[in-house]
């Protein structure tokens, strides 16, 4: 009886645990509804206009322009970069291409999605995305693992016939993130997530050492940047250990019998 109890309060506290799991494989972003994104773009990564994730930042620009955007990635997302070029009705041939680079300014390669497109003379709009790998908490220094913190978005238009330079063309991009969770954890995190606008500042003016702290730039995630450590695996490695603990005890009591001698010696 008791082993019974056991078990129905491990089987409620498995799916107790497996709600939030479940919950963190849906999108993480969510369109912002305060209207808040960018309607500029910047010319450079330094001037790069920043939005979060789940906004629609918008531009207008020329084609031959270089349109920069930046967001925040965190560790454990799989982030998705969608842009729309919008040309005039009348033009050239034009392939656009969208870019994403890491706090590092390291180009990211995309695992799937039409990173380049052409747009033929019929055409006055296109679609361009792109699938990043998922961010990792850390990774060898040899390595080319997206890590945590800002992203780049670079629109450009590229082999634009000479008669369509500083054509008016209009943009829109927009990002999302899928949590991956405890399936792409690692055994560390990086001691800053890496951003732009790290400077150091005294609290009293006089230079101490001890007073400056580390100010980064505004840009971050919803809930912040997270630590890196815990993931829903921290989860389920319990639950595995309860039940594997549950069911020594139930073995334990399904071998050892009554508990009485099954012969009675002689004379007792």
């Known amino acids: 009886m008791r082993f019974t ?31 808040g994104a960018p309607t500029t773009a910047g010319t450079s990564f330094r001037t790069a206009a920043e939005f979060e994730q789940g906004q629609t930042a918008t531009a207008n620009g020329a084609a031959g322009d270089y349109l920069y955007w930046s967001f925040p990635a965190d560790a454990e997302q799989r982030p998705t970069v969608k842009a729309t070029v919008k040309l005039l009705e009348t033009h050239a041939p034009q392939t656009w291409r969208v870019d994403v680079y890491d706090g590092l300014r390291r180009r990211q390669a995309c695992q ?3 990173q380049t497109r052409t747009a033929d003379a019929r055409t006055s709009s296109l679609e361009l995305a792109c699938v990043l790998r998922t961010v990792r908490a850390w990774s060898e220094p040899w390595s080319n693992d997206p890590l945590p913190g800002t ?28 949590d991956i969770g405890g399936a792409a954890a690692v055994d560390g995190s990086l001691a800053e997530p890496l951003v732009p606008g790290i400077a150091v500042t005294s609290g009293d003016g006089k230079g101490d050492e001890d007073d400056k702290s580390a100010v980064l730039s505004a840009i971050e995630p919803e809930d912040g940047w997270s630590s890196g450590w815990w993931s829903d695996r921290w989860v389920w490695s319990g639950i ?11 073995g334990y009591a399904l071998t050892r019998g009554s508990g009485r001698p099954s012969r009675v010696p002689p004379g007792a």
């Open 5 to 35: 109890r056991a078990l129905t309060a491990a089987v409620v506290l498995l799916g107790l645990a497996a709600a939030p799991a479940a919950a963190d494989a849906s999108p993480s972003a969510s369109p912002s509804p305060d209207g």
């Open 112 to 114: 799937w999605g039409a």
């Open 151 to 178: 992203y780049y978005l670079r629109l450009t238009a590229v082999n634009v016939p000479a008669s369509d330079l500083g054509m008016p063309v209009s943009a829109e991009v927009r990002v999302e993130s899928k």
């Open 240 to 250: 595995g250990a309860v039940l594997a603990a549950l069911a020594g005890i139930g």
